[in-house]
């Protein structure tokens, strides 16, 4: 089970942090994303890091400013998320997959964490 938190309302500009811890299972041998939806959009990816650390990878609508990050002893990968704009307004979801890819193809999610950003 994937579990995410820390969302909030932010004003444009602000930063904020957000969580996704894993219970009943380990996530160290999966590669793990983020994605949001917005409302009345499709849900969209935002970034994604593999099992290792190693890699990640960014939508470009975020690039510069979101940073995915991964504690493996914790269980739990974060998304620090600076310089937010009203359009970054979505709910955000975590999930879990085997493969190495940036669309919603992932095995595992969890619920999302809605983020607010007012102008």
């Known amino acids: 089970q994937l579990q995410a938190s820390g969302g909030g309302l932010v004003q444009a500009g602000g930063s904020l942090r957000l969580s996704c811890a894993a219970s009943g299972r380990t996530i160290s041998r999966y590669n793990m994303a983020w994605f949001r939806q917005a409302p009345g959009k499709e849900r969209e990816f935002v970034a994604a890091i593999s099992w290792s650390g190693g890699y990640t990878y960014y939508a470009d609508s975020v690039k510069g400013r979101f940073a995915i990050s991964r504690d493996n002893a914790k269980n739990t990968v974060y998304l620090q998320m600076n310089s937010l704009k009203p359009e970054d307004t979505a709910v955000y979801y975590c999930?879990?997959?085997?493969?190495?890819?940036?669309?919603?193809?992932?095995?595992?999610w969890g619920q999302g964490t809605l983020v607010t950003v007012s102008s």
């Open positions: 999930a879990a997959g085997t493969k190495w890819k940036f669309d919603l193809d992932y095995d595992y």
